[in-house]
């Protein structure tokens, strides 16, 4: 390896760090983080609730998605030495509640609500609003329901969970896998089908 090319390398690194860390400490004037968490390059935190105990991340938990609570509603809360992947996507207007130990590849969606009125005209009026001024406080009637994923669970890049569903302790969401059942502990889900781990 070339001088030039380990200066690069180290340079890369701190400008890497350095960009971590403000984002953090922007972070923590809207969220709960706990010692040790970061939010890394990539990852964002959109707190619109605007209520800081709405988002909480555990210790040692790394961030390179994006958390993001609705206006009308949201909580979304982290454990430790959990990762989130770049890409992925975690947005509540209900409850979301991730163990310790739980990696989350990227790219993975993770919905407790249908984000929209199913009624086309109220749906047009929501746009509308969020267009002209942003998010409404109050929404009307949209489906939302607690999503729980329990300890040690790995969710496999580009995996979708929407709303209502338990991922039981020490399973493995496949990648691409689109998850709308809860599944039980040590359980392993791939597309539609779900058997138990070896």
Same mark, same amino acid.
Request: proline share 3%.
């Given at each position: 390896? &070339? ?6 390398? /180290?340079?890369?690194? =701190?400008?890497?760090?350095?960009? $971590? /860390?403000?984002? /953090?400490?922007?972070?923590? &004037?809207? =969220?709960?983080?706990?010692?040790? $968490? ?21 210790? %040692? ?9 609705? =206006? %009308?509603?949201?909580?979304? $809360?982290?454990?430790?030495? @959990? ?11 209900? &409850? ?16 407790? @609500? ?9 749906? %047009? ?9 942003? %998010? !409404? ?6 489906? &939302?329901? !607690? ?21 039981? =302790?020490? +399973? ?9 059942? +809860?599944?039980? !502990? ?13």
């Amino acid at each position: 390896m &070339s001088i030039q090319g380990a200066i690069a390398r /180290t340079l890369l690194k =701190a400008r890497s760090r350095f960009e $971590s /860390t403000l984002r /953090t400490t922007a972070a923590r &004037s809207c =969220a709960d983080l706990d010692i040790g $968490s970061r939010i890394l390059e990539g990852g964002n935190l959109y707190n619109i609730r605007k209520i800081r105990s709405a988002v909480r991340v555990g210790r %040692h938990s790394l961030i390179a998605g994006d958390l993001l609570t609705f =206006a %009308h509603g949201g909580e979304i $809360s982290i454990g430790e030495w @959990c990762y989130v992947g770049a890409g992925s996507r975690i947005w509540s207007a209900s &409850s979301i509640r991730i163990g310790d130990r739980v990696l989350i590849s990227h790219g993975v969606n993770i919905h407790d @609500c249908d984000s929209h009125p199913k009624d086309p005209q109220v749906r %047009h009026e929501q746009f509308m609003q969020i267009a002209k001024v942003g %998010h !409404p406080t109050d929404v009307g009637v949209i489906d &939302s329901s !607690p999503i729980y994923i329990e300890d040690d669970v790995w969710i496999g890049f580009n995996a979708t969970i929407l709303k209502g569903v338990t991922i039981g =302790a020490r +399973s493995i969401v496949a990648a691409g896998t689109l998850l709308t059942k +809860s599944i039980g !502990p040590d359980s392993v889900a791939i597309g539609n089908t779900v058997r138990r781990a070896n």
